[in-house]
């Protein structure tokens, strides 16, 4: 499976500032994920990140408020714009595994943001 | 959307029994995964059943793809202390737009007294 690795693994954050989270991945993948998982909570997927395409939202979560980048096949960043407490949770990164229709996921360690 | 209920929502168990925990769901999925998840990590994929009916074990871990496609459980024998956690199941359409989105259901914290 794929090396997935997180910056930063925390971070506190004031209300209205943004945040930049960075997924790396130690192999090419065709298809990164980005989850939230709330406190307690459960993981919900926020988008599909292709290279060299737009993202894919899913619904409840919007392009401006979680700007996504996927510049190459290892790498790709989550942003969390004009935070609020609201948004304090875990987010992570997932890939795909190797090639097929139904495949596995692999997951990366995690950012736990808190939101003052 | 698609919705997966798990059971049950938490386990309190003694060192050495044996833990049987599943999720159902109103539709089919082709891909059922388990994860666990420890506090401060991401899920670690434990097993991944692809075809109805399909019985997979890893370890002391045995999972199972329901044969309706819209069910699978998970069992854990003879149960250790590093065993505590959250596990998940979690289920994959595949295919279309579809490919790749994972829906989880809502976890099962075990508790494993020594």
């Known amino acids: 499976s794929a090396v997935i690795s997180q910056k930063p693994s925390r971070d506190i954050c004031q209300r209205g500032t943004s945040l930049t989270i960075q997924c790396q991945v130690d192999?090419?993948?065709?298809?990164m994920f980005w989850y939230r998982q709330q406190p307690g909570q459960s993981l919900t997927l926020i988008a599909t990140?292709?290279?060299?395409?737009?993202?894919?939202?899913e619904s409840g979560f919007v392009i401006d408020k979680f700007p996504i980048s996927r510049p190459n096949l290892t790498f790709s960043t989550l942003t969390v714009s004009n935070m609020s407490p609201e948004d304090s949770s875990i987010y992570l990164c997932?890939?795909?595994?190797?090639?097929?229709?139904?495949?596995?996921?692999?997951f990366g360690p995690g950012t736990r943001l808190t939101v003052l | 959307g698609q919705q997966l209920n798990q059971s049950p929502q938490s386990m309190f168990i003694q060192e050495g029994e044996d833990v049987s925990m599943n999720c159902t769901s109103s539709?089919?999925?082709?891909?059922w995964l388990w994860y666990k998840q420890d506090p401060g990590e991401g899920p670690v994929l434990l097993i991944a059943?692809?075809?109805?009916?399909e019985l997979t074990s890893n370890g002391r871990l045995t999972a199972q793809f329901g044969i309706t496609r819209k069910d699978s459980f998970l069992n854990i024998s003879a149960s250790i202390p590093s065993d505590v956690g959250i596990y998940f199941c979690?289920?994959?359409?595949?295919?279309?737009?579809?490919?790749?989105?994972?829906?989880f259901g809502q976890g099962t914290i075990l508790t494993v007294h020594p």
């Open positions: 192999s090419q993948v065709t298809m």
């Open positions: 979690a289920g994959q359409l595949g295919g279309g737009t579809s490919y790749g989105k994972l829906t």
């Open positions: 539709s089919i999925f082709n891909t």
């Open positions: 990140a292709n290279q060299g395409s737009e993202a894919t939202y």
């Open positions: 059943l692809y075809k109805a009916g």
């Open positions: 997932s890939v795909d595994g190797t090639s097929g229709p139904s495949d596995t996921q692999y």
